[in-house]
């Protein structure tokens, strides 16, 4: 069993999101010079994202390997 919660799983997936989104929207905007396509950008990228994060850290809960929250110390 994971020791995070759902949420606090949700909170960070949605925190990294935002700076991640904004991160490309700027790139997206520099490298096109225009505002438009960096916000289709943040419109597309921000939920899919932030979607495949929130699956993506939920899976890695299950994985045994690396995980030490159940070891013994000494």
């Given at each position: 069993?994971?020791?995070?919660?759902r949420k606090r799983v949700l909170?960070?997936?949605?925190?990294?999101r935002i700076i991640a989104t904004l991160t490309g929207a700027a790139i997206a905007a520099i490298l096109t010079g225009e505002?438009?396509?960096a916000g289709?950008?943040?419109l597309?990228?921000?939920?899919?994202?932030?979607?495949?994060?929130?699956i993506h850290e939920?899976?890695?809960e299950k994985v045994?390997?690396?995980?030490?929250?159940?070891?013994v110390e000494g």
């Open positions: 069993m994971s020791p995070y919660t909170a960070k997936t949605f925190a990294w505002i438009e396509t289709w950008f943040i597309l990228e921000f939920p899919l994202k932030m979607g495949f994060y929130y939920r899976a890695w045994k390997w690396g995980n030490n929250t159940n070891a």
